[in-house]
T-cell receptor, first 117, second 112 residues
Framework: GAGVSQSPSNKVTEKGKDVELRCDPI?????LYWYRQSLGQGLEFLIY????????KSGLPSDRFSAERTGGSVSTLTIQRTQQEDSAVYLC???????????????FGAGTRLSVL | GDSVTQMEGPVTLSEEAFLTINCTYT??????LFWYVQYPGEGLQLLLK?????DKGSNKGFEATYRKETTSFHLEKGSVQVSDSAVYFC???????????FGTGTRLKVLA
């Protein structure tokens, strides 16, 4: 596609429910990144994919968070048993393959605003 | 480790005023430096970048110069417009990894 697409744009859920956030990167971009933007905070790195592999998941805040990427394209970030502190904007970015280094410009989607009641 | 420090906001200016948003960094080596902008309801967009010392990035009237002696990359615009109201993020790629390190963002509000 023309840009990074994320869905849904807004998600309101009840505490304890599971949610899935979707990211469709720019066609041809093999690197994909998830970040979290909490109110009044900067961007917090969550996870990085190179193709379908996630070399480093250490940015995920807890084992309730998981992500996968299939076909080297679409990625899904899943949050299980959501808590109020999970409320944030979740941003996805993609770039050309960087060989493991952030040399290439990351292009961002508009984000998913998650509200946990 | 690598880090980025941005001036706190919000910054409120009148239209046509001069803008400076300070950004300083700590990094191993001389990484590329970026300014991203986030307009209301949108994702981050790359505003400008500089890839080496003394480079000046520019776009849409905004400029920033890579100063290695002061480890700074301050964003400037000579005459802001209401449409420049947004959140601005300074960023750099973390040494030896695939991550970007972002500042906390500076919210700019321009009044007509």
């Amino acid at each position: 596609g023309a840009g990074v697409s994320q869905s849904p744009s807004n998600k309101v859920t009840e505490k304890g429910k599971d949610v899935e956030l979707r990211c469709d990167p720019i066609s041809g971009h093999t690197a994909l990144y998830w970040y979290r933007q909490s109110l009044g905070q900067g961007l917090e790195f969550l996870i990085y994919f190179q193709g379908n592999s996630a070399p480093d998941k250490s940015g995920l805040p807890s084992d309730r968070f998981s992500a996968e990427r299939t076909g080297g394209s679409v990625s899904t970030l899943t949050i299980q048993r959501t808590q109020q502190e999970d409320s944030a904007v979740y941003l996805c970015a993609s770039s050309w393959s960087s060989g493991g280094l952030a040399k290439n410009i990351q292009y961002f989607g508009a984000g998913t605003r998650l509200s946990v009641l | 480790g690598d880090s980025v420090t941005q001036m706190e906001g919000p910054v409120t200016l009148s239209e046509e005023a001069f803008l400076t948003i300070n950004c300083t960094y700590t990094a191993t080596g001389y990484p590329s430096l970026f300014w991203y902008v986030q307009y209301p309801g949108e994702g981050l967009q790359l505003l400008l970048k500089a890839t080496k010392a003394d480079d000046k990035g520019s776009n849409k009237g905004f400029e920033a110069t890579y100063r290695k002696e002061t480890t700074s990359f301050h964003l400037e615009k000579g005459s802001v417009q209401v449409s420049d109201s947004a959140v601005y993020f300074c960023a750099l790629p973390e040494s030896g990894t695939y991550k970007y390190i972002f500042g906390t963002g500076t919210r700019l509000k321009v009044l007509a």
